[in-house]
């Protein structure tokens, strides 16, 4: 699979009015703008569009991956991409080979050595060669995992093995891999759900109306409109008297009876359901509402921080947006104030410079909430590699963490910069808008 935290900034696409190559960092032309469209590369290779057809260049500008295809997906899975040619689907490999004609109505990525496609509305399931290994006789199938698949037939559900066989027989409404490890599978008979082993073996009866996945060897099961938790062996861990059980993180779930709480997974109460609303724990503290106003506990319930805000959000590094009045700061995990109650808007929480925003007018502070960049740009975007998208009169630029103007503001639109260089949109002459790259200190890849 293409790694997209590869991309290579030495070889830029190159815009020269309408056409695009490829140009080292210094505007050297190194493939020549012949092409409707090229991005950015990724693992030495770039995908190209030339006479409205999808391909692919490496470095030399030679054409790996001929531009013959409808599309091509960008991420290959198993060494393979899915094409399109023609409105049917076939296989490529990294050298450009056709691997796997396009002859399917429809694919799949290949997963665990197959892929399942789709010939004259069926599906079956072929190999990395092309073989037909498992015949299409399927009205639906799913990948695999761990060695079996879901298939349907005539509206009913089962699983078949990578030989094709069958072991779990297709009579249920609706079957499930909800254990991969241990491959219990979810099934659905007569509108009740239970739960049945690799071999088809019923291990636990279809006499819930829903049930979920096994996690830490539980999984949480209901029936008339109550929730409890079962183990693999279906006996009854947590009885079904709840509302409502949220998913087990760390052996610990929400529970709702009329109020919220915690409890842990075996069943004991370690937070009983007092609470309007509660969200999970993160970082040993959960958020939780009473009588209208938000405050955090621990895993003992003790209250850390009091209730006290209208709006809070979940600890990450040690750090939270809470919010009173509309108006929003940042707390840590002791309670302190870090950033001031008093922006409309705060972006993503983290440990680097944070975007806000105060009376229509946006800037960024630090994370003792001292303002670093002030407040003088309409919109703004977060840092990416020390940048950030900045606008003004209704155009954006770029700056860097100092403030200091890296882009003037001068683009309609700018995309945010992976290794070193960004996609930006500009009106030119008679309002045509063009697209093309900048990088990191405002060089732009183009002419016109």
């Given amino acids: 699979m293409i790694d997209l935290e590869k991309i290579e900034p030495q070889s ?85 080979d056709l691997i796997i004609s396009c002859i399917y109505e429809d694919t799949r990525d290949f997963s665990e050595g197959l892929a399942t496609v789709q010939l004259d509305g069926l599906w079956g399931f072929i190999d990395s060669t092309g073989k037909m290994v498992i015949q299409a006789i399927y009205d639906n199938s799913g990948s695999f995992i761990n060695g079996i698949a879901k298939v349907c037939l005539n509206s009913k559900y089962g699983y078949i093995n990578q030989q094709g066989s069958v072991i779990v027989e297709l009579n249920y409404g609706y079957v499930d891999l909800k254990e991969p490890h241990q491959r219990l599978i979810g099934i659905k008979k007569n509108g009740k759900w239970g739960y049945i082993d690799i071999s088809g073996l019923l291990v636990i009866p279809c006499v819930y109306d829903w049930v979920g996945d096994f996690s830490d060897g539980f999984a949480t099961v209901q029936q008339g409109g109550k929730y409890g938790t079962i183990d693999k062996t279906g006996v009854v861990i947590i009885p079904l008297i709840y509302r409502e059980i949220g998913h087990f993180f760390n052996g610990i779930a929400i529970v709702v009876d009329f109020n919220r709480g915690f409890i842990h997974k075996n069943g004991t109460i370690i937070v009983s359901p007092n609470y309007q609303f509660a969200y999970s724990y993160s970082e040993g503290l959960a958020p939780v509402m009473q009588k209208e106003l938000w405050g955090y506990i621990d895993k003992a319930g003790s209250i850390i921080i009091p209730f006290q805000y209208d709006y809070i959000e979940s600890f990450k590094n040690g750090k939270a947006l809470v919010g009173n009045n509309k108006q929003l700061g940042i707390i ?41 960049i002030p407040l003088s740009y309409e919109e703004v975007g977060d840092f990416s590699e020390g940048l950030a998208r900045v606008m003004k009169n209704g155009k954006w630029g770029v700056i860097d963490k100092k403030g200091t103007i890296v882009t003037p503001c001068i683009y309609d639109e700018v995309g945010d910069f992976t290794n070193g260089i960004a996609l930006v949109e500009k009106t030119i002459k008679r309002n045509k808008k063009v697209l093309g790259y900048i990088n990191s200190i405002g060089v732009e890849f183009w002419e016109d």
């Fill in 332 to 372: 840590n995990n002791k309670g302190k104030v870090l950033v001031p109650l008093i922006y409309d808007q705060i972006g993503v929480v983290s440990n680097d410079l944070i975007s806000v925003r105060k009376d229509s007018m946006a800037g960024f502070v630090d994370n003792n909430g001292h303002l670093v």
């Fill in 12 to 96: 830029i696409p190159y815009r020269k009015g309408e056409k695009w190559g490829i140009s080292t960092a210094d505007k050297s032309i190194i493939v020549p703008c012949i092409y409707d469209n090229v991005e950015a590369f990724i693992d030495g290779i770039a995908r190209v569009v030339k006479d409205g057809k999808y391909g692919y260049i490496n470095k030399k500008g030679n054409e790996i991956i001929p531009s013959i295809f409808d599309w091509i997906v960008y991420k290959f899975y198993e060494g393979l991409a899915i094409v399109i040619k023609d409105k049917k689907k076939g296989f490529i490999d990294k050298s450009g």
